[in-house]
């Protein structure tokens, strides 16, 4: 168990929705990443989070965003779902920038139909 | 931007030595990573390189030679526990400083363990 918890663990949702995943980092941990998980693609770095700022943007599309509230867990949104969309959304943390480890959760699976 | 290549599937038996390996390119480096993922799970941190030279965790070891861009995670004394994907990942300065460091994986390295 990393200490990075992650909900729900599953979703199944419709094209053209839009859902919420939620992350609360490991305790004293400042820095949130998301990452997205499929099949052909890999592991690939979405976008960072430090002490509530934006810090990194990877591969994030613009129909995601993403914020880290002030008590430092964060929520990934996805909007207008497409099925590509559908993978494991994990969450790590760590305790700052340019850390020598980052922590991932358990993931959420997506499915869109 | 940022390449990291590793083999898609090896195989090896209990028991025995298995050297993965990882070449990756990269627009500035900050660090190689070892992450042993199982199926549907999350990935778990194994290693960390900066600097070149040979890192031992027990039967895990991890090499780096910055000028050849190249790592590989040695595992030593193979159970079939170890049976997982082996992602190597990159810190790239691209992604790093003033606290920022998203990792670039790589697309991983499917292990076998056969008894």
């Known amino acids: 168990d990393s200490g990075v918890t992650q909900t729900p663990k599953h979703l199944i949702t419709a094209t053209g929705q839009r859902v919420t995943l939620r992350c609360s980092p490991r305790?004293?941990?400042?820095?949130v990443y998301w990452y997205q998980q499929s099949l052909d693609q890999g592991l690939q770095f979405l976008i960072q989070?430090?002490?509530?700022?934006?810090?990194a943007k990877g591969n994030i599309l613009e129909r995601f965003s993403a914020q880290q509230f002030p008590d430092l867990h964060s929520e990934l949104n996805l909007s207008s779902l497409e099925l590509g969309d559908s993978a494991l959304y994990f969450c790590?943390?760590?305790?700052?920038?340019?850390?020598?480890?980052?922590?991932f959760g358990p993931g959420t699976r997506l499915l869109v139909l | 931007g940022q390449n990291i290549d590793q083999p898609t599937e090896m195989t090896a038996t209990e028991g025995a030595i298995v050297q993965i390996n990882c070449t990756y390119q990269?627009?500035?480096?900050?660090?190689l990573f070892w992450y042993q993922q199982h199926a549907g799970e999350a990935p778990t941190f194994l290693s960390y390189?900066?600097?070149?030279g040979l890192e031992e965790k027990g039967r895990f070891s991890s090499f780096l030679s910055r000028s050849k861009g190249y790592s590989y995670l040695l595992l030593k004394e193979l159970q079939m526990k170890d049976s997982a994907s082996y992602l190597c990942?990159?810190?790239?300065?691209?992604?790093?400083?003033?606290?920022?460091?998203?990792?670039?994986f790589g697309k991983g390295t499917h292990l076998i363990i056969q008894p």
């Open positions: 790590a943390s760590s305790v700052a920038g340019a850390a020598k480890t980052q922590y």
């Open positions: 305790s004293g941990d400042l820095s």
């Open positions: 989070y430090y002490n509530g700022e934006e810090r």
């Open positions: 390189n900066v600097l070149d």
């Open positions: 990942a990159v810190r790239d300065t691209m992604y790093s400083g003033g606290g920022a460091d998203g990792l670039t």
């Open positions: 990269t627009s500035g480096f900050n660090g």
